[in-house]
């Protein structure tokens, strides 16, 4: 992150954060399996970050009221809610994932991060959003960021920080 935007507002797992502040940078840490992602209107200058744990609130529909970043179908849901609310439009709005790592258990029987990425993909192709970029997959954790000002999206694994 340049020094120029020195602020941070760090996202944990399970939330979501959305700003309109141009000095503030959006950062959530650990993606591994969650994913995460950036919505940002170059018009309005909104944005939002979202970690989500688990694909579906069917699994804790009381736990997905009370905090609905903790799944993916949700926390989408959700983190959409805000920014329009606060001006963003669909027209405009730029999406960014990262995350969904398969971390593989012992049977290779959940892959939360496949279906992590599966259910993002279908609330925001519901919602009429295409992912502009992503960085997917693999075996490697990553940090994601949203850096208010420019509504760039950066992404950090293997100790190398780039633009998404």
Not at 98 to 114: K, L, N, S, W, Y
Not at 121 to 132: F, H, P, T
Request: aromatic share 6%; hydrophobic share 45%; glycine share 10%.
């Amino acid at each position: 992150m340049s020094a120029a935007f020195p602020h941070r507002r760090v996202v944990g797992i399970s939330d979501y954060a959305v700003s309109t502040d141009p000095g503030e940078t959006l950062v959530t840490y650990s993606l591994g399996s969650c994913i995460g992602l950036t919505l940002y209107d170059p018009e309005a200058r909104v944005g939002g970050l979202l970690h989500a744990m688990m694909p579906l609130s069917s699994l804790d529909p009381e736990r997905a009221v009370t905090t609905p970043g903790m799944f993916t179908d949700t926390g989408v849901a959700e983190l959409l809610r805000v920014v329009f609310e606060l001006g963003a439009r669909r027209r405009t709005i730029v999406a960014k994932i990262a995350g969904a790592a398969t971390q593989v258990d012992q049977h290779g029987m959940f892959r939360i991060g496949e279906r992590n990425y599966a259910v993002l993909r279908r609330v925001l192709w519901k919602n009429d959003i295409l992912i502009a970029e992503q960085d997917i997959g693999g075996a490697v954790s990553r940090t994601l960021m949203l850096e208010m000002a420019t509504g760039q999206t950066l992404i950090k694994s293997n100790g190398a920080v780039r633009v998404l």
